[in-house]
C-alpha cells in the first residue's frame, strides 16, 4: 500500500499505484481531493505528454504545484491517465 502525506494528513493512499520514472501515480478514487486546488501551472514531457498541476493545502498550509496528472497523455503514457503524483515534500511510502 503507498500512501502520500504532507503535514500529516493522508493525501491518497492505494494498492493500485503505477510506478513511473520512480513516482507513484496515484487512481484519482484514492485521492482526498479535498486538499487539492486546481493551478494554472503546466510542464511537457516528450514521452508523457502535458502535465496539469495541483496546489495542495492542508490545515491553511500551502504547497504550491506540489501534485501533478496526465489529463490527456501521449499512448505510451495511457496508463496513468488522470493518476496523481507528488513532490515537493510530499512524502510517499
Given at each position: 500500500?503507498?500512501?502520500?502525506?504532507?503535514?500529516g494528513?493522508?493525501?491518497?493512499s492505494?494498492?493500485?499505484?503505477?510506478?513511473?520514472?520512480?513516482?507513484?501515480?496515484?487512481?484519482?478514487d484514492?485521492?482526498?481531493?479535498?486538499?487539492?486546488?486546481?493551478?494554472?501551472?503546466?510542464?511537457?514531457?516528450?514521452?508523457?505528454?502535458?502535465?496539469?498541476?495541483?496546489?495542495?493545502?492542508?490545515?491553511?498550509?500551502?504547497?504550491?504545484?506540489?501534485?501533478?496528472?496526465?489529463?490527456?497523455?501521449?499512448?505510451?503514457?495511457?496508463?496513468?491517465k488522470?493518476?496523481?503524483?507528488?513532490?515537493?515534500?510530499?512524502?510517499v511510502?
Open positions: 500500500m503507498a500512501t502520500a502525506t504532507w503535514q494528513r493522508v493525501l491518497a492505494s494498492d493500485d499505484t503505477v510506478i513511473v520514472e520512480g513516482n507513484h501515480y496515484f487512481p484519482p484514492s485521492v482526498h481531493t479535498e486538499f487539492f486546488q486546481p493551478s494554472q501551472s503546466h510542464t511537457f514531457c516528450p514521452w508523457k505528454g502535458t502535465a496539469s498541476y495541483y496546489t495542495v493545502v492542508v490545515d491553511g498550509e500551502t504547497n504550491e504545484d506540489a501534485a501533478w496528472y496526465y489529463p490527456d497523455p501521449k499512448p505510451e503514457a495511457a496508463q496513468i488522470d493518476y496523481v503524483a507528488f513532490w515537493r515534500g510530499v512524502d511510502a
